[in-house]
C-alpha cells in the first residue's frame, strides 16, 4: 500500500499562511506555453492528494467536495512544479494540461476581457526579445 | 478635472463575485515574457483607481489600506490587459513590470520551491515549438 511514485515537498502545509476560509489559493499556469489556466483552491487533503497521485487536485468551493481535475472530463492536470511565493500564502502550479482547462471548452478559464490598452499587440521588440530568449 | 485617458471597463464591478472577504483575488503576469509575478486582492476602490490611473492598485490585507504598487518602492505596474474568469471570481492582469515584483528583489513572487518533477528543463521539442511560435 506504499505509493511508489509519490512526490516529495520541500515545504510542510502547516508553514503555508491560509485565507479566512482555511484554504490556500493556486494559480495554475501551463508549464509550455506559461498561460495562465485558472485559479482554484486547495485543503491539506488537496495539496497532500496533489503530490501522491502526480494530478493537481483541489478543493471544490461550490459542491464542497475533494476535486481531482479531470476525473469525470478527462482533463486532467498533471504536476510539474509547486511554487510558494514570498509571504506563504499562494501556490504557482505548473502543470501538463490534458485537453483543455475551462468547463466551457476554452482552453484558460480568462477569456473574457475587462479591458484591453490600444497597441500592445504590435511589438517588434517583444518578437525579438522572445526569439533571442529561444536561441 | 477630468482624467483624460481613464480606462474603460467592459464588465461592472457588481458583475464580480467577490470572496468571502469582499474581495476579488488578481493574478499578475509580465505581459511581456507571461511570468506569474504575484497574486494581490482588489476592492471596488482598488478596481476603479487601477482604471483612472492605469497602474495597478490593490487593497492590501495586511496594512488595510489602498495600494498602489510602486508608490513607494517606484515598482510600479502598468496596466495592459484585464480578464475574467468564467465564474466572475478571479482576474487577471497583464501588466508592464517596472523593476521587480517582489518586496525581497527577486522578479517574482514566486521563488520558494515547493516540489519539482524531473526532466522537464530539458524539453528540445518545447524549444521548437517556441521557435516556431515566434516566427
Known amino acids: 500500500n506504499i505509493p511508489m511514485n509519490i512526490l516529495k515537498s520541500k515545504i510542510a502545509w502547516t ?5 479566512s476560509d482555511g484554504m490556500i489559493p493556486v494559480i495554475v499556469q501551463d508549464y509550455k506555453t ?8 486547495m485543503n491539506e487533503e ?9 494530478k493537481m487536485t483541489y478543493w471544490s468551493r461550490s459542491r464542497n467536495e475533494l476535486w481531482t481535475k479531470g476525473d469525470t472530463s478527462g ?9 510558494l511565493d514570498c ?8 502543470v501538463s494540461q490534458v485537453g483543455v ?6 482552453k484558460t478559464c480568462f477569456f473574457q ?5 490600444e497597441g500592445q499587440t504590435a511589438n517588434p521588440l ?9 536561441i
Open 15 to 19: 508553514d503555508f499562511k491560509l485565507n
Open 34 to 41: 506559461d498561460e495562465v489556466l485558472m485559479l482554484a483552491y
Open 46 to 54: 488537496a495539496f497532500q492528494k496533489t503530490l501522491s497521485c502526480g
Open 75 to 83: 482533463h486532467v492536470q498533471y504536476v510539474k512544479e509547486l511554487l
Open 87 to 94: 509571504d506563504n500564502d499562494t501556490i504557482l502550479a505548473k
Open 101 to 106: 482547462a475551462c468547463h466551457t471548452g476554452n
Open 113 to 117: 476581457e475587462i479591458m484591453k490598452k
Open 126 to 134: 517583444k518578437v525579438f526579445e522572445e526569439v533571442y530568449k529561444v
